[in-house]
């Protein structure tokens, strides 16, 4: 036989090899517990979705799946500890919006690159941005909330959570399609912006739904539009910004999971297929829609481009308005 041949046929056994040793190693994934880390604090969103996850997971691998909160600099400490890990299967990343999408802007140097370190797996659920008012704005609608913006610039301001959160570049992506002047008002967290919102400190405010929606049903606040592409079955009468005069405008929060890069195709097939079908469970759903979640469950080559194209069109919007990291 010429050396060629033999050469030909040790590449086919070899890669014949190296395929039944990788169905190997997703029927044994996993034989131990799995880290999931947050980069949040306990009790967010991010947090609420990882541990609905991780409950399920751990019941369908038949190994526990431990919720490992590690906040700081706004996600990049979890995602570092994240893209660090072994590339075993056993540490997974909660993937957010503002770590994965706007800080490649917002930041000069991160210990982490959002697309090159990091295997995506799934996004779960994606949060439409709510848009809220205080009662003493005289605009009741979005038309009227832009025509007074326009009328009166720089006077309308809305508050977020901190520069760079999905609610402050939730505002300016508006200021940059419907060309008005709203300023932000940065605060440490949702709690002391809403608080400021109740007191008319500030006029507006871009939050998730849960936070906000106990407010609106008091009538402490006005729901004045959604971010979503279409309106919500949970929020049939409230439009969307795009439909009330700002074409093509969509603001979300996206939560999604990831593994360190080099995790094996194998196991990542595994948790993508067994991610999904949790979100696609009924008693999952309903709690997701409850909390103003929209579950998305796709692929990893989805999820990855998803990823890019959120980085392109956030860090367009961070240039644009000429944000700064707190």
Do not use: C
Not at 52 to 70: C, F, H, I, S
Not at 141 to 149: D, G, K, P, S, V
Not at 264 to 283: C, F, G, H, S, W
């Amino acid at each position: 036989m010429k050396l060629n041949t033999l050469l030909s046929v040790g590449k086919v056994l070899l890669a014949a090899a190296s395929l039944v040793a990788t169905a190997a190693m997703a029927q044994a994934y996993p034989s131990k517990p799995i880290r999931m880390i947050v980069p949040f604090p306990p009790g967010g969103g991010n947090d609420v979705i990882a541990r609905l996850v991780a409950q399920k997971l751990t019941v369908r691998l038949g190994q526990t799946v431990v919720v490992d909160n590690k906040a700081g600099a706004n996600g990049i400490v979890g995602l570092m500890a994240a893209a660090q890990a072994a590339p075993d299967g056993y540490t997974l990343g909660i993937a957010a919006a503002g770590p994965m999408a706007v800080n490649p802007s917002l930041y000069d140097k991160l210990p982490y690159n959002p697309v090159k370190d990091f295997v995506p797996i799934t996004n779960m659920v994606i949060y439409p941005l709510l848009l809220v008012t205080h009662p003493s704005v005289p605009a009741k609608n979005m038309r009227e909330l832009l025509a007074l913006a326009k009328d009166k610039p720089g006077a309308l301001f809305f508050a977020s959570p901190g520069s760079g959160n999905s609610g402050h570049l939730a505002g300016e992506l508006l200021n940059s399609l419907a060309k008005v002047n709203t300023v932000h008002v940065p605060y440490k967290g949702q709690g002391p912006a809403t608080a400021d919102l109740l007191a008319g400190q500030v006029q507006m405010l871009y939050s998730s739904i849960p936070p906000v929606l106990p407010l609106v049903q008091q009538g402490r606040l006005n729901a004045i539009a959604i971010g979503s592409a279409k309106r919500l079955a949970s929020l049939p009468n409230v439009p969307t910004i795009a439909e009330s005069g700002v074409p093509g405008y969509e603001a979300y929060s996206w939560i999604g999971i990831v593994a360190p890069l080099g995790t094996p195709q194998a196991i990542v097939t595994k948790l993508n297929r067994e991610i999904v079908d949790i979100l696609k469970q009924k008693d999952v759903q309903e709690e997701l829609l409850a909390q103003g979640a929209i579950p998305v469950g796709d692929t990893p080559e989805h999820f990855g481009a998803y990823i890019k194209d959120e980085i392109v069109k956030w860090g367009a919007v961070v240039k644009s308005a000429n944000i700064k990291a707190d």
